[in-house]
């Protein structure tokens, strides 16, 4: 009977340990619930007196200093704000003259091959006329039915069809 008597006095501790365990949890409960209704009394306070010192009102020495650092902490914020639109302004101004800068190369780039283009035209269309006759000798440019080159006096059976030929 001992050992169940034991054992009944141990569930009984662990029972009134959770209880209390229950009761002081609850209490701490309480206790977080009034600190949070004190910090907003604290914060309905600030407010008033905030109120007060914006409308002109001149409160205690103490109560002025801490508005004074909240002005303070406003201007900052401003400034602050400031600076963001600046980095804003001049990363949009990067990026515009980057922008910019691909817009003249494509263009810079679309001149050249339109140039590119336009040699090639050229290429082509001198290649697409005759040639003439040149004299196979001396180079010198020879009329069709000529017999005699009139520059050196060979015969026009010497006479080059290629221009490059008799230039080279």
């Known amino acids: 009977?001992?050992?169940?008597?034991?054992?009944?006095?141990?569930?009984?501790?662990?029972?009134?340990?959770?209880?209390?365990?229950?009761?002081i949890n609850r209490i701490n409960s309480d206790i977080n619930m009034q600190k949070d209704n004190i910090q907003e009394y604290q914060r309905q306070l600030g407010q008033y007196y905030w109120a007060k010192f914006v409308v002109g009102e001149?409160?205690?020495e103490e109560?002025?200093?801490?508005?004074?650092?909240?002005?303070?902490?406003?201007?900052?914020?401003?400034q602050l704000e400031?600076?963001?639109e600046q980095?804003?302004?001049?990363?949009?101004a990067q990026r515009a003259e980057r922008?910019?800068?691909?817009?003249?190369?494509?263009?810079?780039?679309?001149?050249?091959k339109a140039a590119e283009t336009a040699q090639e035209v050229?290429?082509?269309?001198?290649?697409?006329q005759p040639m003439g006759k040149f004299c196979g000798v001396c180079g010198a440019p020879m009329t069709e039915?000529?017999?005699f080159c009139s520059n050196c006096g060979n015969a026009a059976e010497k006479a080059n069809e290629d221009k490059t030929d008799a230039n080279g």
């Open 1 to 23: 009977m001992a050992f169940l008597d034991k054992l009944g006095e141990l569930a009984k501790t662990a029972a009134d340990k959770a209880n209390d365990s229950l009761e």
């Open 58 to 60: 001149r409160l205690e």
């Open 63 to 78: 109560a002025m200093a801490i508005c004074d650092k909240i002005v303070a902490a406003k201007d900052q914020i401003k």
């Open 82 to 84: 400031a600076e963001i």
């Open 87 to 92: 980095v804003k302004a001049s990363r949009e």
């Open 99 to 112: 922008a910019e800068q691909k817009r003249r190369e494509a263009a810079r780039e679309a001149a050249e």
């Open 122 to 128: 050229e290429i082509l269309d001198a290649a697409d």
């Open 145 to 147: 039915g000529q017999k």
